[in-house]
């Protein structure tokens, strides 16, 4: 049987005009039909929504590249004899630059779209680097209950009391990245009162700083 005998199928049938689908565009809802006869259903219903089950479309809309290649390899003739019909007809290349300028339309309207979905991504962003913030602080109060029992006696003693050597134990407790830093506060000579007495001044940077220490630590861990 020739390929122009056969009989189309409702998959390769345009629901609009019941012919065989010339530049399938499929919809979100998966339905099909020629280009140019949603172009004219657009236009005329002045709706984004679908001919067959009425539910509104997205964007838009993409020729189907897999289906129409399968219909052109199926139904040569017949598409071939379609599109000899629909270039003389004026209605034809009318709908379709409409269509056209339906799409250059919603492509301005990308931009702002970008920008929500940026507004969104940085939303989402500081939320993370909240929760690793809390995490981080979690998981510093951790290593303070489960250290050994020297470093538990420091954890319950005011910091007030704190001499040089045991902020250095707090500083080594905190991980192994602190190592660059421990001789620097043995020269220093830093104890519980020094940290009391400049978080009293500066209560934001040591808020800070604490906040950076968590976060450090568990990128460590």
Not at 116 to 129: K, P
């Amino acid at each position: 049987m020739r390929p122009e005998d056969l009989k189309i199928t409702p998959e390769f049938t345009c629901h609009c005009c019941y012919d065989v689908l010339v530049d399938p565009t499929t919809l979100n809802c998966g339905h099909s039909f020629c280009r140019h006869c949603l172009a004219e259903w657009l236009h005329s219903s002045r709706r984004n929504e679908c001919p067959e089950c009425r539910e509104r479309w997205q964007g838009f809309p993409r020729i189907n590249i897999l289906l129409r290649d399968a219909v052109e390899k199926t139904f040569p003739a017949k598409i071939s004899r379609r599109r000899r019909v629909l270039q003389r007809n004026q209605r034809f290349h009318y709908f379709l630059q409409i269509f056209q300028q339906y799409g250059q339309v919603l492509k301005q309207q990308i931009p702002v779209s970008e920008g929500l979905q940026q507004a969104i991504l940085n939303s989402f962003c500081s939320g993370v680097m909240m929760a690793l913030i809390c995490m981080g602080v979690i998981l510093l109060r951790y290593h303070w209950i489960s250290a050994d029992s020297n470093y538990d006696i420091l954890v319950q003693k005011p910091i007030n009391r704190w001499k040089p050597h045991d902020v250095i134990l707090w500083v080594e407790h905190l991980g192994p990245w602190t190592n660059q830093y421990r001789e620097m506060f043995h020269r220093a000579q830093i104890n519980g009162r020094w940290v009391l007495s400049t978080r009293k001044h500066n209560s934001n940077i040591i808020t800070l700083f604490f906040i950076l220490v968590s976060f450090m630590a568990l990128l460590v861990i």
